[in-house]
């Protein structure tokens, strides 16, 4: 299959929302029901990923912006990009993510959790993979609110500790 080539600007906007969205704790799903609820529930997942040339109309930012409490320029990027046709990409955890973004990629991405995590290794992750530093407590209650959410199993362990495993 032919990778699939977007404008630069349109690939900027794609991870602009796919951040706030994630940073918002919404699915691609509801998402798509914001933008279009009597349609597709799987237009942000076409739009998202890598195999389809789909982008967000001015339209679907639109409702997008208003839904979140912002302006569809704040979507774009503030310099002018090269008009070049790029591939289609679709980074698992996007840069600029803090705590409560980078643990809902990890969800939605689906392998992290797959084998229980504690709370130091789930830490340690996403410094490793952000070259940061956060305390473990940036993750406790973000871990915690996607168990209360069904997304996440919490393992009591006889050490005391906990793991999270996704369910």
């Keep these: 299959m032919e990778d ?3 404008s630069p600007t349109a690939q900027y906007i794609i991870d602009a ?3 706030l969205r994630l940073e918002a704790g919404i699915t691609q799903r509801e998402l798509s029901n914001i ?5 597709d529930l799987s237009i942000v997942s076409n739009i998202e990923s ?4 789909n982008k967000y109309t001015d339209h679907q930012l ?3 912006a208003n839904y979140f409490g912002c302006t569809v320029y704040d979507f774009y990027p503030a310099n002018i990009l090269d008009d070049t046709p790029q591939v289609k990409t679709r980074v698992t955890i996007p840069k600029g993510l803090g705590p409560t973004g980078i643990i809902n990629a990890l969800l939605e991405e689906g392998k992290f959790f797959s084998v ?3 709370i130091r290794e ?4 996403c410094n490793e993979y952000y070259k940061e530093s956060r305390p473990v407590t940036d993750y406790t209650a973000i871990l915690e609110r996607a168990v209360e959410k069904g997304g996440l199993k919490k393992v009591e362990l006889d050490s005391g500790n906990v793991q999270y495993q996704q369910v």
């Design 35 to 39: 933008i279009s609820p009597s349609s």
């Design 50 to 53: 890598v195999k389809r040339s």
């Design 4 to 6: 699939i080539k977007i």
């Design 17 to 19: 929302v796919r951040r």
């Design 116 to 118: 229980p995590q504690t």
């Design 122 to 125: 789930t830490t340690d992750y």
């Design 62 to 64: 639109n409702l997008i």
